[in-house]
């Protein structure tokens, strides 16, 4: 039987020459298995142009996809829909960039109600001015804590670039986290415009100074939502001389590394306090944002410090999940009959979708009476401008014996009522065209009110940056340095309060929402709006008017 040859006259052939063309076949052989690897295996996706990465789908689509997630699927289509009315004008792209994906049924209600607002404010921009450029939405998906944020950031960065796209703000931002922080410095770096609706971490925020003249950490950035210093600075205020007292207040919070908790820690830990030392601040450690671990166990131990000393105001550093954990162990303990208001941040704005009506019971105590009320610097609240309103009249009639005139009323309040009722016109008419949203908008969690003022603020920019014919569009450095000149008569009169943007694109003395959870005295508890707290201690200036010297 003849013996298979790789060459003829292999035999004879010389060692060297052996050997290249030995790693000439392995070359070839190589070659071939590359080719068909990537010839014949096809890409994991969830979608046209949506990359499934551990298990995620990431990506960025403006043609009605849902991500896998049933609650939002409704809203994305009525998106697509708008960017289908207005093709064919002009037009520019902004993004909405947040984690669209979860296992827990409350953070899939609470990614429609921010996609509902962001609806919303897109139909407004494009009809509210009347002129070009209109606003094609997308939405990007960065996946679980903003984990695959490079893989959206880069498909963001190529839509900016290009002439088709015209990519010119990216918006949502729902989380203050440092996977949050990278993408927000890596797209201005590449000067593309950011308005951060959601965050309130102090880390991701320029600094003002009194020229305007200083340097800023992320050129572009604006942010409609007060910082944890401003929002800490409001509840002080709004709580008076009682939420100053040393022994009367107690600060609990997380250790674990998170933006939201550090800024907040250290904004509580700031307010000026009077009166004798009072308890230390307490710590715990949580294990992620939507994990437990063992915070039940640390918070029971927490509770017992509390209760032997004269707190009853405890100031708390932490996330939602741990927040409602806290508060049930607190109610657990029954310190001497007290009654405990905890005091937290924004992000307790998702609390009351949390809750069952067991917590609910379990806060009231078997007598019906609340053991603990938890209150909370919200960005918004839609009783919060009439409430003012009333309270204002009624010190108006007790000091005068005519009616107010038109520039008497106070702007802080009249004009952020008008924006409200336009905005519940929106969302009427958006009912009567047949649109489903998922879910008629709850304003009460604020978020749709929240975004919607953000899609406005950008409609107003990129407005205000178009030049020249309707056909060209506003260039990404234009509309950045848009944000600092959305102030006095360019103010945004914005559904949770006036924006007025300084130097650094932050909202000078945005007022608080100051708002309860209480659980009543039977069935489920209820979201009460308190009042309005100011971080500078008053009220926004006339006109909005951002003195030269910010506090």
């Not at 064919?88 to 902004?94: A, F, K, L």
């Not at 893989?151 to 996977?179: I, K």
């Not at 919070?253 to 907040?264: H, I, P, Q, T, V």
Request: proline share 6%; aromatic share 6%; hydrophobic share 35%.
């Amino acid at each position: 039987m003849p013996r298979w040859r790789v060459v003829p006259g292999w035999r004879g052939m010389p060692r060297w020459k052996k050997i290249l063309y030995a790693l000439l076949i392995a070359g070839s052989v190589a070659a071939c298995a590359v080719f068909a690897w990537s010839h014949f295996r096809k890409p994991d996706t969830c979608a046209d142009g949506i990359e499934r990465i551990g298990g995620e789908c990431i990506g960025v689509d403006g043609e009605g996809y849902d991500f896998g997630t049933p609650e939002i699927r409704d809203v994305a289509r009525a998106i697509a829909r708008e960017n289908d009315r207005i093709e064919g004008q002009p037009y520019v792209t902004v993004a909405m960039m947040l984690p669209l994906q979860s296992e827990r049924a409350e953070l899939r209600r609470q990614m429609r109600s921010d996609l509902q607002g962001a609806y919303l404010g897109q139909r407004q921009a494009n009809a509210g001015e009347g002129e070009p450029p209109r606003i094609r939405l997308v939405l990007a998906n960065p996946g679980r804590n903003y984990g695959q944020h490079q893989h959206v950031v880069d498909t963001l960065l190529r839509m900016a670039d290009s002439s088709e796209d015209r990519l010119r703000a990216v918006t949502g931002f729902n989380l203050s986290l440092d996977a949050t922080e990278e993408a927000v410095e890596r797209l201005t770096e590449h000067e593309v415009p950011v308005l951060a609706s959601r965050i309130s971490g102090d880390g991701i925020a320029n600094r003002d100074s009194a020229d305007g003249m200083a340097k800023l950490r992320f050129p572009g950035l604006a942010r409609i939502l007060p910082t944890n210093h401003d929002a800490a600075q409001a509840l002080a205020n709004f709580n008076g001389e009682r939420g100053r007292e040393n022994a009367k207040t107690v600060l609990v919070y997380d250790k674990r590394s998170d933006a939201y908790n550090e800024s907040l820690a250290k904004a509580f830990s700031g307010i000026e306090e009077k009166g004798p030392p009072g308890p230390a601040a307490m710590s715990f450690e949580s294990p992620a944002i939507d994990e437990p671990g063992s915070t039940g166990n640390q918070f029971t131990q927490i509770t017992n410090n509390i209760c032997d000393s004269e707190a009853d105001i405890v100031y708390f550093a932490g996330r939602t999940l741990h927040l409602r954990i806290f508060a049930l162990k607190l109610a657990q303990v029954g310190c001497k009959d007290r009654h405990y208001t905890i005091v937290s941040g924004s992000d307790a704005a998702s609390l009351r979708q949390a809750m069952t009506a067991k917590d609910w019971e379990q806060l009231r105590g078997e007598d019906g009476h609340a053991k603990v009320t938890v209150q909370y610097a919200a960005p918004a609240h839609p009783d919060a401008w009439n409430a003012e309103l009333a309270r204002w009249n009624e010190r108006w009639d007790a000091e005068h014996d005519r009616e107010p005139t038109k520039e008497e009323l106070p702007q802080y309040l009249t004009e952020p009522k008008a924006a409200l009722a336009t905005l519940e016109k929106r969302i009427e008419s958006t009912r009567s065209e047949g649109v489903r949203l998922g879910s008629d908008p709850n304003l009460e969690d604020s978020r749709t009110m929240l975004v919607y003022d953000g899609l406005v603020t950008i409609g107003k920019a990129l407005h205000q940056a178009q030049q020249g014919s309707a056909e060209t569009a506003p260039g990404r450095e234009d509309v950045g340095r848009q944000w600092s000149l959305l102030q006095s008569r360019h103010r945004v009169q914005g559904t949770s309060g006036l924006i007025c943007l300084t130097s650094g694109g932050n909202p000078y003395d945005k007022p608080a929402a100051v708002v309860e959870l209480d659980p009543g005295r039977e069935g489920h508890g209820k979201l009460k709006f308190v009042g309005l707290g100011w971080p500078t201690g008053r009220e926004q200036p006339k006109n909005c008017v951002i003195p030269s010297s910010t506090p």
